[in-house]
């Protein structure tokens, strides 16, 4: 009788399942790759692969010129597209050693204090989608179309804007826009709160969010974390009241900050954020200084008015070079950063000018969303797989800022 | 009432493929290719406001087995390109594509080395929205241009 035969099973090498999350996933906002690795249902390893958008933004900085290139900055972070224009245009104005009047800083405040609303407002409804809550979703649309409305108003684009030019504006706040504003402001806590009684003290969104993708604030520092995401670990760090810009130190708020720093508290910073908002946003109109939103012509980086191309010959010549590529102001040379507090943390721009042309000789951006991903796989290992959706979800990685 | 009135009143005679037609252009399953801007703006279609739901193509899927329309929104890199064919060639007969936006049709403002200069060069496509992003309307009205083709489309049952 043949003798009976035992086989090892090499067990180890079987336990290591891997799952690939992404790059086409609801979850994944867009296109973020993570390979994972489980044992059951734990994630022993997360490992993000990024560039799937990558469409050479930088690149694309060095080829257009400082006021061409607010319409690409725009589709950078596409849920708060004034954000980036206003930092670009810092940017470019520092380079310029120019400071743009009061009346130009209190409009880009209430523009980028809407748009930080509007930026959240997809964080929260997608998020909450996320994790299976779809009137939430349908709620903060709702004000999300209301701002669209104040955007086109202004700016004439619902999402893609282009609004700022170096050294002011594309043009002043309409007739009206203020009370649309204001009314927006007045009736929006209201309805915040009621998308918050959906979610705060529900038990399924505490179970899914409470405890979930903690980060101590020591560690968030070292990961080089900004916005939410680091004032959720408790380090009260905003740039606007840490280095302001654009008159922010003109304006009374509050920065929210949470303790545990784990996917609940982000949630909630962020909305607190967003009552912190209408409330700079109602000063800025209330306190709207008179005068004119552009520098004065003798800067010279600013188009003349049009009643003056028409009736003064200068003023023509001045608008005709300021349009031909060769002809006008050049970028200094130089180098700059300016960092602004974008809805997702630190956004700046570096650019560095040669003194020969319009265009920028390198223009690199310190995006949020890249830096913040980072914390992302320290986030979820030794978590469970769903896990990892709520995690992902409150880092609010917008993937084209991330992959440029 | 006699038989033939009762049968007039209740009963309608068509063709097979006509009524197959008439009911997969009302029940339309989009899968939305979201990548980059877009992807917001067909979020707002499918939201509140605009709500794609009245065109009885709210039933969003983004499994590709389960949809027949796929609606590419925003850019699509060179790395991305073979995720969606490889996504296209999943979904099943029969299936239509909309080109969202003026980088999933010509690569838009991204006149760059990553970014690829309209999909139409790897996949076929049905309808073109121009725009950056396009407007919600547009978006509606390139959904009710597939139903159209649908409609008018030859097809063996
Ligand atoms: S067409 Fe415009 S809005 Fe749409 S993805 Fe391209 S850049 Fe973004």
Redesign the interface.
């Known amino acids: 009788m043949a003798e009976k035969q035992t086989i090892e099973l090499p067990v180890a090498a079987f336990r290591a399942m891997l799952l690939n999350f992404g790059p086409q996933h609801p979850a994944t906002h867009g296109t973020l790759r993570i390979k994972m690795e489980l044992d059951g249902e734990i994630i022993t390893k997360a490992t993000p692969y990024i560039g799937f958008l990558h469409s050479g933004f930088e690149k694309l900085g060095e080829h257009l010129d400082f006021n061409q290139y607010v319409t690409v900055a725009d589709r950078m972070n596409y849920m708060s597209a004034l954000n980036n224009d206003i930092a670009w245009h810092l940017a470019v104005e520092k380079l310029f050693a120019v400071e743009v009047p009061k009346r130009c800083q209190y409009i880009r405040v209430i523009l980028a204090e809407l748009s930080r609303i509007s930026d959240h407002l997809v964080f929260l409804g997608t998020h909450a989608l996320d994790l299976g809550a779809f009137t939430a979703f349908l709620w903060s649309f709702r004000e999300r179309e209301k701002l669209y409305d104040i955007f086109e108003m202004i700016t004439g684009g619902r999402m893609t804007t282009s609004f700022t030019r170096a050294g002011g504006l594309w043009a002043d706040m309409p007739k009206g826009f203020d009370d649309k504003v204001l009314e927006f402001c007045a009736q929006f806590p209201a309805r915040l709160q009621e998308i918050e009684d959906l979610l705060t003290r529900n038990r399924i969104w505490i179970d899914r969010t409470k405890g979930i993708g903690v980060i101590s604030g020591e560690e968030a520092v070292s990961y080089g974390l900004t916005g939410p995401c680091l004032r959720a670990s408790g380090v009260v760090w905003d740039v606007r009241k840490a280095e302001p810009y654009s008159s922010y130190e003109d304006f009374d708020f509050e920065i929210p900050y949470g303790e545990n720093g784990d996917v609940y508290d982000r949630y909630l910073v962020r909305l607190e954020e967003m009552r912190q908002s209408v409330r700079i946003a109602e000063q800025a109109v209330r306190n709207m200084p008179s005068g004119p939103v552009d520098v004065d012509q003798s800067k010279k980086i600013r188009l003349p008015p049009k009643q003056k191309v028409y009736t003064e010959m200068e003023s023509l010549i001045h608008h005709f070079e300021f349009i031909m590529p060769g002809k006008g102001p050049k970028l200094p040379a130089g180098e700059v950063y300016v960092p602004t507090e974008s809805p997702n943390g630190e956004l700046g721009y570096y650019i560095v000018g040669d003194g020969k042309s319009k265009n920028a000789y390198r223009a690199r951006t310190r995006p949020p969303s890249f830096v913040n991903y980072q914390a992302f796989s320290k986030m979820v290992e030794g978590r469970l797989v769903a896990d990892a959706v709520a995690v992902l979800g409150s880092l609010n990685i917008i993937a084209a800022e991330l992959d440029r | 009432m006699d038989l033939s009135d009762r049968i007039s009143k209740q009963v309608l005679t068509t063709k097979l493929d006509e009524i197959v037609k008439w009911a997969r252009k009302h029940s339309l399953w989009p899968m939305p ?5 877009c ?3 067909l ?2 279609v499918l ?3 605009y709500d794609l739901a009245r065109f009885g193509s709210e039933a969003i899927r ?1 499994s590709p087995r389960q949809s027949d329309l796929m609606i590419v929104a ?2 699509v ?1 060179n ?2 390109m073979p ?2 064919q490889r ?1 296209y060639l999943q979904m099943p007969e029969p299936k239509w594509v909309i080109a969202m936006g003026a980088c999933a049709s010509s690569g838009g ?2 006149d ?4 690829i200069q309209g999909i139409d060069n790897f996949m076929p496509v049905d309808v073109y929205i121009p725009g ?2 396009p ?1 919600p309307e547009a978006i509606i009205e390139a959904v009710l241009m597939i139903q159209e083709i649908i409609a008018k489309e030859r097809q063996e049952i």
């Open positions: 290719f979201g990548t980059a801007c992807a917001i703006e979020m707002a939201a509140s406001r983004f925003g850019r890199c790395k991305m995720v969606l996504i403002v991204f760059t080395y990553s970014v950056c992003p407007r």
